[in-house]
């Protein structure tokens, strides 16, 4: 009888604890809508116009609009600012509100919402699609800023153009250099570079749907937009309803730090395990080899003749800029395929064929020697955010680079040290509600890894379900078309249809515009039937690139 008591009051803390949470998710924070003080943000005008072109759109069939937002959303006198939004040129008589977010974090959402309507037309039956840009962002409409770097001592690692080769010495000298360029910046733009946080971009998303005339609305999120629409989530349960996170970071507790070093390993097997096979089986477009390891020779040579300058102005962080665009089938024939082809005719010495790989090696990377200023927008959100969480010293960053050739020299500076401001994300908020969202997700997925992905769904189960497709190997599911997973997608944006359990879906064969492989393969875990496998082993990783 006692054992019967005390499990009997067990449950009703269980059930208790069940019910408070579920409370917390549906008690809404206070958005402001009703006080006198925010009534000019909530009843502005919305005066759409054209668009400009952006990375993969040129903004013909979308219309833009400025919609003013708070700089500091707990105290409406310290001034206002700007964002971004679209809509179709010619919208559709939409029943519900999408709302896109295009990650990045400095992505367009306006080109990301053209796309979407482009690829995936089935988006327009029963909804209005509005991208709501970041504040800040460089390629975008709105308020932004621009710092001037700190003078340069040369002694920085990537004042030889190879930031994948540093010494401790170079490391700190550009720390050095960072922090003065960006405590400059953080004094010159304060009141405004303090409001760039998740937290303020969720509130300017319900204030667009506010504005809008739309009592609630559903969210799309792609990458670190999946953070964004989750914490949104969290904050109005309420306002949005139907949330798709597509290509998924740890948004069950973000911090940016620790995902890009998930990112930095799951990138480099990623290079390793599928883009350097697919080079290899598509020597036509490529021209490095027929097998993986002629490929990585051929690699290995273009990375050395930039390193001895025998390449003209190509930097050997240029080479490597090419692999930036591998996590993205869209890059690989406009950006990644030629870059690579180029620099690799280029090792014949023909001041022709160097002058062509010295073009594209200017369009894959931007040389920071010869840069007088930046957009703190992207580093200022994270460092907002989450702060400083990455705890490695010098040379253990080091020896990751060595490793994680690929990107990982892009962790190496730690950019929140000594970050003057509190972190803005709620991790009380975190931990008492849950996520109400269905996931879509690629297996390797070399920017968003799924070992990240996961934890969101095992912990915030059973709010959560997820798409994964298996065997996938590129960033962003959106971009391909799979019947699978767009049927899955639709039939909960459109009609509420979450999914029973999770769904595993089949990736088709690696391909791009022009390149076509016949067969997939497998470097992870099987998926056995609805189950979802654990991740790949990142530590299969281990080829090694020589300066």
Known sequence: MKLFKLSARKLAVLIGCVACSGLANARATDDHSTDPAYARYYQQAVNWGGCPPSLFTDGSTIQCALITVPIDWADPSQGDITIGISRPLHSPPGARLL?????????????????????????????????????????????????????????????????????????????????????????????????????????????????????????????????????????????????????????????????????????????????????????????????????????????????????????????????????????????????????????????????????????????????????????VLQCNDSGSTDTRSIARKIADVRTNWAIGASTLIDKCRHWPWQQALDRQLESRTRVHALMVQNEFDPSTPYSEALKDRLLDDPAARMVLVNNATTHGVMFDDNACTTNAEFAYLNSGDMPARDVVCQARPMHSFAMQDATTYEYGYPAAGWWLPPPPNTHQANWLLVP
């Not at 597509?246 to 480099?268: F, Y």
Request: hydrophobic share 40%; charged share 15%.
């Open 99 to 379: 709302l896109v977010n295009a990650g990045g974090p400095d992505n367009s959402s306006a080109s990301q919402a053209e796309m979407l309507e482009q690829l995936q037309p089935q988006v327009q039956a029963n909804h209005l699609v509005v991208g709501v840009d970041l504040r800040g962002i460089t390629d975008g409409l709105g308020t932004r800023v621009s710092c001037d770097y700190a003078p340069r001592s040369g002694a920085e690692n990537f004042m030889d153009g190879d930031s994948r080769n540093p010494t401790a010495a170079s490391v700190q000298a550009q720390q050095d250099w960072w922090y003065r360029s960006i405590s400059a910046c953080l004094q010159q733009h304060a009141a405004f570079l303090k409001s760039i946080n998740t937290p303020n971009h969720a509130r300017d998303l319900n204030l667009v749907r506010a504005v809008l005339g739309f009592p609630r609305a559903d969210l799309l999120g792609v990458s670190s937009g999946s953070s964004l629409m989750a914490y949104a989530n969290r904050l109005f349960p309420d306002r949005f309803e139907r949330v798709v996170l597509d290509s998924n970071m740890n948004w069950l507790h973000l911090d940016w730090q620790r995902q890009d070093l998930k990112r930095m390993s799951m990138d480099q097997l990623n290079v390793q395990q599928a883009f350097i096979p697919f080079v290899a089986r598509h020597d036509d477009q490529f021209h490095m080899g027929t097998t993986p390891q002629q490929v990585m020779t051929t690699f290995q040579r273009i990375y050395q003749a930039a390193s001895q300058h025998r390449m003209g102005s190509v930097t050997p962080d240029q080479a490597l800029a090419s692999l930036d665009g591998t996590g993205m089938w869209v890059f690989w024939d406009l950006l990644v395929s030629p870059s690579l082809s180029a620099m690799s005719q280029a090792l014949d010495g023909d001041p022709a064929h160097i002058a062509a790989a010295e073009q594209m090696g200017a369009m894959t990377s931007v040389d920071l020697r010869s840069q007088p200023g930046f957009n703190p927008m992207a580093d």
